[in-house]
């Protein structure tokens, strides 16, 4: 028997969830495809598509030239990718450099942090980036959040550790 408690605001949240699909929402709330597909065109917020818009105009900063050339910068825009898209359309490249990226986050327990006054250094070409210790005001967060960076409700789904993340054997 189909469940009745499924709404176009659930599936709209399901679908900005890595991988997930029309059809695996259709599955988790026993309704067919079209049921979900049908509540999606009621009237509301649009739903989730996939490049619908840079991944750069997501970013809860505003970063300045000078600071886009920094590895964690990109390594931040990987895990956007991801978050928005899934694994499949990942290259292996960039499913390597994910792995460490979450490996290296848990492993020393940190998180990221944006500051335009840290300095240029060594793996940090442009400053503006660095890591600090995990407090517990950073929650599931991989990102310190400060009075640097503007978050939006949907950026604390955006910005936390990946419960599935991308498998790299090599």
Known sequence: ??????????????????????????RMYNVSPAAVSQKLKKPGPPAPTKGAYKLTETVPWSVDRQ????????????????????EKDLTRDKRKRLSLFYRELEEYSVVVEFDPSIPPGPG???????????????????????????????????????????????
Do not use: C
């Not at 442009?126 to 210790?133: A, K, L, S």
């Not at 990102?143 to 978050?151: L, Y």
């Not at 409700?153 to 498998?167: A, G």
């Open 124 to 170: 940090n070409a442009g400053g503006g980036w660095r890591y600090v210790p995990r407090t517990e005001a950073d929650g599931d967060l991989i990102i310190r959040v400060n009075e640097h960076t503007e978050m939006t409700p949907r950026d604390y789904t955006l910005w936390k550790m990946p419960k599935i993340r991308p498998v790299y054997e090599g």
């Open 1 to 26: 028997m189909p469940r009745s408690d499924l709404t176009r605001e659930i599936i709209v949240e399901l679908l900005k969830q890595p991988g997930i699909k029309q059809a695996d929402i259709a």
């Open 67 to 86: 600071y886009r050339v920094s590895p964690f910068y990109r390594k931040l825009l990987n895990h956007l990718e991801y978050m928005e898209n899934g």
